[in-house]
Nanobody, 115 residues
Framework: QVQLVESGGGLVQSGGSLRLSCAAS????????MAWYRQAPGKQRELVAA???????NYADSVKGRFTISSDNAKNTVYLQMNSLKPEDTAVYYC?????????WGQGTQVTVSS
């Protein structure tokens, strides 16, 4: 079945950068949307960034100008380049990819930004 595998999370100092990757494998219909969400302790899960198959993107206000989402549709892979990281970016980040029938979720990867 479909599996999403994330990589790139870890510990970074304030002001540093990380690049997250999420690759999907298995039987998948055409992917219409890819996105990254995050959830910090005691807070609701929030959308960080999303990209459609047509290339349209949107971002949370808190990350605009710092994060960039991109995709390689041929590889069913989505990336999140995170620059100028802040301690408030610390959270578990989740990848999603959606086809016409289902939403698929990654296992989550921890991003910790130290001050």
């Amino acid at each position: 079945q479909v599996q999403l595998v994330e990589s790139g999370g870890g510990l970074v100092q304030s002001g540093g950068s990380l690049r997250l990757s999420c690759a999907a494998s298995g039987i998948i219909f055409s992917i219409e949307r890819m996105a990254w969400y995050r959830q910090a302790p005691g807070k609701q899960r929030e959308l960080v960034a999303a990209i459609t198959s047509g290339g349209s993107t949107n971002y949370a206000d808190s990350v605009k100008g710092r994060f960039t989402i991109s995709s390689d549709n041929a590889k069913n892979t989505v990336y999140l380049q995170m620059n100028s990281l802040k301690p408030e970016d610390t959270a578990v980040y989740y990848c999603t990819q959606s086809d016409p029938f289902r939403n698929y979720w990654g296992q989550g990867t921890q991003v910790t930004v130290s001050s």
